[in-house]
């Protein structure tokens, strides 16, 4: 319901339809099979807040294609920041929001 206000409201504004709605750029650390620490990346756009937008990253992550991607690694830490969009079409990422110890 949420990107359904955000896209009723872009549509009133001036932003460019080409531009991407605001919304949750999610990081999912894990250690690769080599040992070294690895990351993955999500953007979220239909999450209601980062607490949200993380449960949605990990349900994605939890997909036995993203698992097999992974190599079946153990997600060692989360991070959240909020993406958003200005008219020109600059990303800005905000402060972190970070969970450690999340396993998927």
Not at 42 to 51: G, L, M, P, R, S
Not at 88 to 93: F, K, M
């Amino acid at each position: 319901m949420r990107a359904d206000l955000d896209r009723q409201d872009r549509a009133r504004s001036a932003i460019p339809p080409n531009i991407p709605p605001n919304g949750w750029f999610v990081r999912l650390r894990f250690r690769a099979s080599g040992g070294a620490m690895a990351e993955h990346y999500y953007f979220v756009d239909e999450a209601i807040d980062a607490h949200d937008a993380a449960a949605i990253a990990l349900r994605k992550a939890a997909a036995a294609h993203e698992c097999s991607a992974r190599g079946n690694a153990k997600i060692d830490d989360v991070e959240v920041r909020r993406l958003r969009w200005n008219p020109l079409g600059w990303a800005y990422l905000g402060a972190p929001l970070v969970r450690t110890g999340t396993a998927v």
